[in-house]
Nanobody, 114 residues
Framework: QVQLVESGGGLVQAGESLTLSCQVS???????MSWYREGLGKQREFVAE???????KYVDSVKGRFTISRNNVKGTGYLQMSSLKPEDTAVYYC?????????WGQGTQVTVSS
């Protein structure tokens, strides 16, 4: 069973930065890693993804502010978030998927105060 553990969330002021990490229990080579977020009362939404060969996608609202990366050797993914806005407040989830297999972490809370 693959396990994902997110860390790095916290409370910051608008304009500040945070870096989230996602540690996977096994290899991530060949898997696509994504970050999603779920605001209070909102549906979970896609934020960013990075394939095993580093093809990257972002939701428009975070382009230019967030950077996704991964370290296949360490089995870790990252989401660097800068110029944070109150609307970025959410629980952020890491997802690992390959074909029909998909695994989620437990989430980490990010709160951005104005």
């Amino acid at each position: 069973q693959v396990q994902l553990v997110e860390s790095g969330g916290g409370l910051v002021q608008a304009g500040e930065s945070l870096t989230l990490s996602c540690q996977v229990s096994g290899t991530i080579f060949g898997w696509t890693m994504s970050w999603y977020r779920e605001g209070l009362g909102k549906q979970r939404e896609f934020v960013a993804e990075i394939t095993t060969d580093s093809k990257i996608k972002y939701v428009d609202s975070v382009k230019g502010r967030f950077t996704i990366s991964r370290n296949n050797v360490k089995g870790t993914g990252y989401l660097q978030m800068s110029s944070l806005k109150p609307e970025d407040t959410a629980v952020y989830y890491c997802n690992l998927r390959w074909k029909s297999e998909s695994y989620w972490g437990q989430g980490t809370q990010v709160t951005v105060s104005s």
